[in-house]
């Protein structure tokens, strides 16, 4: 058995698939198996792994999300360790092979993350978080998102005590997951590079509204449903939760929407009632 499952989910991606696998084979770290979930592709995806059957786990599966995928390769594993590549993405040589021994440095670590570089045909643009945090990193976490997916590796035993990803968000459920991990659980940050972000036009992150409706979601889930949550902790998701409902409500407005957006207006004043007079100069009062 090996030690890393390395997980990629995939959807119509013959274009960048190859590039990204190769970047796993060419770890300095070897105790590990890719497991590949094509989330009901119809494009030339499959005929693009075909060179790598040999190397891979392939399952595919009909189309369900991206968070119904990433838990049909966890299933699909018994390892220690679990790590999540994006399909598009690309990882540095020594991914791997850093995090595990962070793990064995830090056993009382569940997740480990650490830097990533956007880039776009072939030019490197920016390199996050430009701060990490290692230890109790919840709070930090709720205030701003700045774990990246294709950097994460987790142990199996901290999926299995928080639960799967949350398969009612599009955008939002590795955000959901890790802050539900990061409760639980201390995380570490490696302050280096491990992976390259690709942009692109496709990217899922481009659709704004989604992702902000999905952030919406995720910070009142964590406020209804965690019964241990502290004073300062509260505060913080009645703020995101009101600011993101304001977005989510004049995004709908400018869409005509208004009866809908008025609900989310309300139900932001209701987590934040003085949010009322912060925005009571905005265009939109439906």
Known sequence: ???????????????????????????????????????GSVDGTRDAFLPYMHAIRYHYKENGGIASAKNAGIGLSEAKFIAFLDHDDLWHPDKLKLQVECFNENPQVGLVYGKYTTFRDGKDL????EKGYSGWIFKELLSKSFIQTSTVMVKMEC??????????????????????????????????????????????SNNDFLFDKDNLGVYKK????????????KAILRRRIARYGMKVAE??????QFIESK???KDAFNYLPFYKRITSNLIFKA
């Not at 274009?15 to 970047?23: A, H, M």
């Not at 995004?251 to 005509?256: A, I, K, P, T, V």
């Open 251 to 256: 995004y709908l407005y400018h869409q005509g």
């Open 126 to 129: 920016r390199t996050k978080p």
């Open 1 to 39: 058995m090996p030690t890393v499952s390395v997980i990629i989910h995939t959807y119509n991606n013959e274009k960048y698939i190859v590039e990204t696998i190769e970047s796993v084979l060419s770890q300095t770290y070897d105790d590990y198996e890719i497991i590949v979930v094509d989330d």
């Open 159 to 204: 999926l299995d005590a928080v639960g799967p990803y949350d398969e009612q968000f599009s955008l939002g459920d590795e955000y959901d997951m890790f802050l539900r991990i990061a409760k639980k659980y201390q995380c570490s940050f490696i302050d280096q590079g491990l992976t390259r972000y690709r942009l692109h036009d496709t990217n899922a």
């Open 263 to 265: 609900k989310y207006q």
């Open 222 to 233: 964590i406020y209804n449903t965690f019964s241990d949550l502290d004073g300062k902790e």
